[in-house]
C-alpha cells in the first residue's frame, strides 16, 4: 500500500521501514478467508491487512502481528479479533474491529459483534477494503501518515475511551 525507505525520521520511536523492526515476514502472509471459523486465541488477535479486494470472495491478505507487542504504522489497516463484546453493549460471543493508523494515532474505524467467527471476513472485508483506499488517497494528495513511526496497538487501543466510540441510542 505504501512504499516506505529504511531511513528514520527524526523524533521517531522505531527506526526502520513497515517491514523493519516488529514486522511479519511476507511469507507469514495468510488468505484471510481461511481465518474463518477458528477463533483468535484468549487475548484476541491483530493482523495487519495487507491486500483487499472489495468484491465478495476477492482477495483478501493479511500478516499476523505479534501478540506480545503488535506495531503498526501510519497507513497501515489493522484488524482485532477477540472473544466477548468488544465496546458494543450486549453480549456477542465474539467481536471485530477495523483500525485505520493515521500520523502515531490508531482510528477505530468499525466495529462488529459477532455470534462466530464463521463468516468474518466478509464482514469486516468492504470497511477494511474502503479504509485502505482512503489512506491511500490521503498519501497520494501529500498527507504524511508518518508510516516510519511505530504506534503499539496493545496500548493505544485498549486506551480509547469506550464512551467516545458508543452511539448514544440506535440510528433510526
Do not use: C, K, N
Not at 462466530?116 to 466478509?122: K, L, M, V
Not at 508518518?146 to 433510526?172: S, Y
Request: avoid cysteine; charged fraction near 20%.
Amino acid at each position: 500500500m505504501t512504499a516506505a525507505t529504511d531511513d528514520a525520521r527524526p523524533g521517531q520511536t522505531v527506526p526502520g521501514g513497515r517491514d523493519g523492526t516488529g514486522r511479519a515476514e511476507p511469507a507469514d502472509e495468510v488468505d484471510v478467508a481461511a481465518l474463518a471459523g477458528s477463533g483468535p486465541p484468549p487475548e484476541g488477535m491483530w493482523l495487519w491487512a495487507t491486500e483487499v479486494d472489495g468484491e465478495p470472495g476477492g482477495v483478501f491478505t493479511a500478516r499476523h502481528l505479534p501478540a506480545s507487542a503488535p506495531r503498526a504504522y501510519g497507513g497501515d489497516v489493522v484488524l482485532r479479533l477477540g472473544p466477548g463484546p468488544g465496546r458494543l453493549p450486549g453480549r456477542p460471543a465474539a467481536h471485530a474491529q477495523a483500525y485505520a493508523v493515521l500520523a502515531g494515532t490508531v482510528v477505530l474505524v468499525a466495529e462488529w459483534g459477532l455470534d462466530s467467527f464463521g463468516d468474518w471476513p466478509e464482514i469486516v472485508r468492504v470497511t477494511a477494503a474502503f479504509t485502505m483506499g482512503v489512506l491511500t488517497d490521503l498519501e497520494a494528495r501529500g498527507a504524511d501518515l508518518r508510516p516510519h513511526e511505530a504506534v503499539d496497538l496493545g496500548t493505544a487501543a485498549v486506551g480509547l475511551p469506550a464512551a467516545v466510540w458508543a452511539a448514544p441510542a440506535p440510528m433510526p
